[in-house]
């Protein structure tokens, strides 16, 4: 089956700064989506990447679906604290089913 | 407001024994699905449904089955509960994949299972 990587694991950041993650799969994607993860919650919709090449933002999250149609890109600008939790990237969408990354665990210290 | 409930949110069980995770959703979603969640290996995905009378299986089913008697309710049943099924299951539910469709997975807020 379709493998997704995605790194890093998790950060530790101070307010303010800005955050990069990463995805990369083993097959070619016609879909990227980033999910987001707050604490005992299920995941909500972030972004969502239909075209190589194209770049999304969403506030302060901008996210790139890359050239190679394998790697997908999301980076958060000036994180604030309820940028707390886990960061997912998925893909492709087909009868419900998606394909999760591990996760990124993304913790904001004041 | 509901969007996509699941019951019960925390349950432990003793090896062997048996139980239903409910999941209903009020969107009118034609597709259902259920995914585990352990930690560092992300959500993966169970069994789905994509339509009432419809299922399939996903990544993971062993252990489990799913029946799809309605469009509302999506059961996860485990019929011997073993450790290693100690997971978050989560619910999700979604309109069929079309044109302005961004793929979006509605989830619920997830069960917690614990099996000794």
């Known amino acids: 089956g379709q493998q997704l990587n995605q790194s890093p694991q998790s950060m530790f950041i101070q307010e303010g700064e800005d955050v990069s993650m990463n995805c990369t799969s083993s097959?070619?994607?016609?879909?990227w989506l980033w999910y987001k993860q707050d604490p005992g919650e299920g995941p909500v919709l972030l972004i969502a990447l239909y075209k190589a090449g194209e770049l999304t933002s969403n506030g302060r999250l901008t996210a790139q679906f890359g050239i190679t149609r394998k790697d997908s890109f999301l980076n958060i600008s000036a994180s604030i604290p309820s940028d707390v939790g886990i960061y997912f990237c998925a893909g492709p969408y087909t009868a419900s089913k998606l394909t999760f990354g591990t996760g990124t665990r993304l913790q904001v210290t004041l | 407001n509901a969007g996509v409930t699941q019951t019960p949110k925390f349950q432990v069980l003793k090896t062997g024994q048996s139980m239903t995770l409910q999941c209903a959703q009020d969107?009118?979603?034609?597709?259902m699905s259920w995914y585990r969640q352990d930690p560092g290996m992300g959500l993966r995905l169970i069994h789905y449904?994509?339509?009432?009378?419809?299922?399939d299986q996903g990544e993971v089913p062993n252990g489990y089955n799913v029946s799809r008697s309605t469009t509302e309710d999506f059961p996860l049943r485990l019929l011997s509960a073993a450790p290693s099924q100690t997971s978050v299951y989560f619910c999700?539910?979604?309109?069929?994949?079309?044109?302005?469709?961004?793929?979006?997975?509605?989830f619920g807020e997830g069960s917690r299972l614990t099996v000794l």
């Open positions: 449904s994509v339509g009432a009378g419809i299922t």
């Open positions: 999700a539910s979604s309109p069929p994949p079309g044109v302005g469709n961004t793929g979006e997975l509605f």
């Open positions: 097959s070619i994607f016609n879909t």
């Open positions: 969107m009118n979603h034609e597709y």
